[in-house]
């Protein structure tokens, strides 16, 4: 698809004023965003994710390394964020995803995390990205819906959000 973003790397203050690094995600991150994952609490809850079972884990792990551009929020060189969108996905619609470690949830890091993959996937063309989230999860819909993510039809458990990044797009 298009070109790539010239939003990374960047880095930011959170709300207690902790310096974070935003960045792509390397090969060389991959045993950090392992650890990540393996301490990541609640564990399976947003449409299963992250598996809780460490072998189904590890799978979905390597999946996402494998096939979606990914990126990273680290504080003091650990991994405490991250989100992954597939900018190859030839529809140009592709799914987004964001996780972001206790204990520095409700501080920014996942409004800039979702900036910036606005961003990216602006640059590489796509004309909307989309996401699931679970209704109860208020804390991050409220975030979706600073980026400019809207609700598509449907109400549940679990609900679908869109960004449309080129208008006309439906």
Known sequence: MGKKSTALPSQMRDRRGRLIAIRAYTYSD???????????????????LPPPDDKTRYNWIDRMTSSLFNVLALHRGRVI???????????GCPEY???????????????????????VAKGAG?????????????????????????????????REMELILKKGVE
């Open 30 to 48: 991959y045993a950090d965003l392992r650890e990540m994952y393996d301490s990541f609490e609640p564990k399976g809850l947003e449409a299963g």
């Open 81 to 91: 964020g991250h989100a992954g969108l597939d900018i190859s996905d030839v529809t």
């Open 97 to 119: 995803l964001i996780f972001i470690k206790q204990g520095f949830r409700n501080c920014g890091i996942g409004t800039v995390l979702s900036e910036t993959m606005k961003k």
């Open 126 to 158: 796509c004309r909307k990205i989309w996401l699931t989230v679970r209704t109860g999860n208020t804390c991050a819909i409220w975030v979706f819906k600073k980026v400019r993510f809207k609700f598509r039809d449907g109400i549940g458990v679990e």
